[in-house]
T-cell receptor, first 114, second 116 residues
């Protein structure tokens, strides 16, 4: 079946530090890959996505590259801010009968201190 | 951007009672809505997919008679937890998709259910 494995948290960083949250996946066919972010008290929001191998998704300084050879979609940001504190979810949509259904990783809590 | 609301945000009920949770798309029409359940420190697990005007499709292991889903209009879906028990306590999240072939889902803020 389809699955997503995320780096376990929580992750605690100082402001302006470099962030990496690892994500690997297992899926049939060629899935689309996503990062969602959930700020305290709010619903999940799409942060970025990539729909085919070697695509790079980017938004708000965050980036992730679809690596088919390593089945990975690691999230990176060069300089985090306090406002980036949130829970980050890696997810995929596989093809076939699973089309349209999101499969999520377990989420990674990020806390950024001033 | 597209906004999805859920009501109530928190609910506490006694064991054996039924609880209804509403999910609304506020500024778009949702052809499909999804219901998820999230346990503490765990991922979101898809419970069911509902399309407006048709029966919901439940994921394996989800009791359809326990979790009743109605999607009567393009802006409203409801999840009713029937005869709730303490093990049903969880965080329930809905999402909505505007176009049938779109991969983008807009999420509600979630409903915290506590069954005593």
């Amino acid at each position: 079946g389809n699955s997503v494995t995320q780096m376990e948290g929580p992750v605690t960083l100082s402001e302006e530090a470099f962030l990496t949250i690892n994500c690997t996946y297992t899926a049939t066919g060629y899935p689309s890959l996503f990062w969602y972010v959930q700020y305290p008290g709010e619903g999940l929001q799409l942060l970025l996505k990539a729909t085919k191998a070697d695509d790079k998704g980017s938004n708000k300084g965050f980036e992730a590259t679809y690596r088919k050879e390593t089945t990975s979609f690691h999230l990176e940001k060069g300089s985090v801010q306090v406002s980036d504190s949130a829970v980050y979810f890696c997810a995929l949509i596989a093809g076939g009968t699973s089309y349209g259904k999101l499969t999520f990783g377990q989420g990674t809590i990020l806390t950024v201190h001033p | 951007g597209a906004v999805v609301s859920q009501h109530p945000s928190r609910v506490i009920c006694k064991s054996g009672t039924s609880v209804k949770i509403e999910c609304r798309s506020l500024d778009f029409q949702a052809t499909t809505m999804f219901w998820y359940r999230q346990f503490p420190k765990q991922s979101l697990m898809l419970m069911a997919t509902s399309n407006e005007g048709s029966k919901a499709t439940y994921e394996q292991g989800v009791e359809k008679d326990k979790f009743l889903i109605n999607h009567a209009s393009l802006t409203l879906s409801t999840l009713t937890v029937t005869s709730a028990h303490p093990e049903d306590s969880s965080f329930y999240i809905c999402s909505a998709r505007e176009a049938p072939r779109s991969e983008t889902q807009y999420f509600g803020p979630g409903t915290r259910l506590l069954v005593l």
